[in-house]
């Protein structure tokens, strides 16, 4: 239930976003915004498939030598499940849905400039580009992050120690004590 109530938070946020700001730029600009969101769904199934493929032994020898980063990579990989979850579910996908509807929205600006070309043809063919794109991108992105995977849950997690330094928002509690005394 609260991956469902999450997803629809998320997929609000960004649709809404994509959405109201692709309809209000430039075509090149609003295919930047595609490649963004592509990418973007892209990198969160690179690193749902690197936390779950991570080996447990190196980021524990970082996290014993204190390095920051290193515990919230081992909570990552303590919860690979949920983190792949996030990651390719419900980002993921969400970011395959998004890139369609701004896909829409670039064939319908398309269609206003040049009322000539057919827009069930370049649907059709935008629709294609987005796909290949997407299923490309993630098929190279698996295989890179099961080679790097236990590199890439050390860097989500650094980047996760950097934004809770800089900010003081902690998007987990890794410093829970799992029953031992500190």
């Known amino acids: 239930m609260l991956i469902t109530v999450l997803t629809f938070a998320v997929a609000l946020a960004i649709s809404f976003l994509s959405e109201t700001v692709v309809r209000n730029l430039n075509i090149v600009s609003a295919f930047v915004i595609l490649i963004i969101i592509i990418l973007i769904g892209i990198v969160f199934d690179i690193i749902g498939i690197a936390v779950a493929a991570s ?3 190196p980021l524990n020898a970082m996290a014993a030598q204190k390095i920051p980063g290193a515990r919230e990579a081992v909570f990552l990989h303590k919860n690979a499940g949920i983190v792949s979850n996030i990651c390719n579910d419900v980002i993921g996908d969400i970011c395959g849905i998004v890139s369609g509807a701004a896909g829409a929205v670039i064939v319908s600006r398309f269609i206003l400039i040049c009322p000539l ?5 370049l649907g059709i063919f935008v629709s294609s580009a ?16 099961i080679k790097n995977a236990s590199d890439i849950a050390f860097k989500v997690g650094r980047l996760l120690s950097l934004f809770h330094a800089k900010t003081g928002l902690k998007l987990m509690d890794v410093h829970k004590k799992n029953g031992r005394k500190r």
């Open 55 to 57: 080996s447990n032994k």
């Open 117 to 121: 070309l057919k827009a069930v043809t």
């Open 130 to 145: 987005i796909a290949a794109m997407t299923v490309g991108g993630k098929a190279l992105g698996k295989n890179f992050a």
